[in-house]
């Protein structure tokens, strides 16, 4: 199985500062057809998770452009731009490149 | 406008079977996959299996022996059924429906494993 790393962050990050989320996997998600098989998303308190990232890179319908995806085949970033209170939440990566689809640990983020 | 709705007992004794229902609108399920991703309370989530468009499934290698997933296209549901439930299986069941770029989620339901 994949393994899907990830970093912490040093909460509470002051709102309106920027904030980057590390995932790293066991195995690169860089596929053949030049696609990297990694989504992002965020889980609010109480709420089911959303998708914000997929294809490593392109962001979901309707989701901020403070948003942004990056990464190699096998280390990725989520960076958030000037961060809201509305960002508030578990962030997680996952692979879908291969079964069983993993996921990593979550990292919080709290806003001051 | 494409809805996921999982149903099932909130409560089940250790060591019985939990049965679950994810009950879809908005789209046909021999068109898409619909997956089983759980969280315990306050923690991660884990992915627990797929049923695929066309029938087949996949598992979690670490679920697989207590797990199946089946179908009813006709009712358009997916069932979730798991044996000898521990206490550590306590948590929120989801559906979900991935597609390209919109991952759909149920609201998730509740089940906790107690005598």
């Known amino acids: 199985d994949i393994v899907m790393t990830q970093g912490a962050l040093p909460n509470p990050v002051p709102s309106g500062e920027s904030a980057s989320i590390t995932c790293q996997s066991s195995?690169?998600?860089?596929?053949?057809?030049?696609?990297?098989?990694l989504n992002w998303y965020l889980q609010r308190p109480g709420q089911s998770p959303q998708l914000l990232i997929y294809?490593?890179?392109t962001r979901a319908s309707g989701v901020s452009d403070r948003f942004s995806g990056s990464g190699s085949g096998t280390d990725f970033t989520l960076k958030i731009s000037s961060v809201e209170a509305e960002d508030v939440g578990v962030y997680y990566c996952?692979?879908?490149?291969?079964?069983?689809?993993?996921f990593g640990s979550g990292t919080k983020l709290e806003i001051k | 406008q494409v809805q996921l709705k999982e149903s099932g007992p909130g409560l089940v004794q250790p060591s019985q079977t939990l049965s679950l229902t994810c009950t879809v609108s908005?789209?046909?399920?021999?068109?898409?996959?619909v997956h089983w991703v759980r969280q315990p309370p306050g923690k991660g989530l884990e992915w627990m299996g797929r049923m695929r468009y066309n029938g087949d499934t996949s598992y979690n290698s670490a679920l697989k022996s207590r797990l199946s997933i089946s179908r009813d296209t006709s009712k358009n549901q997916v069932f979730l059924k798991m044996n000898s439930l521990q206490t550590d299986d306590t948590g929120t069941y989801y559906c979900?429906?991935?597609?390209?770029?919109?991952?759909?989620w149920g609201q998730g339901v509740m089940v906790t494993v107690s005598s």
């Open positions: 996952q692979q879908f490149l291969e079964y069983p689809r993993t």
């Open positions: 195995k690169s998600l860089l596929h053949s057809n030049g696609k990297t098989y």
């Open positions: 294809w490593m890179s």
């Open positions: 979900t429906r991935p597609t390209e770029g919109i991952v759909d």
């Open positions: 908005g789209f046909s399920l021999t068109s898409y996959n």
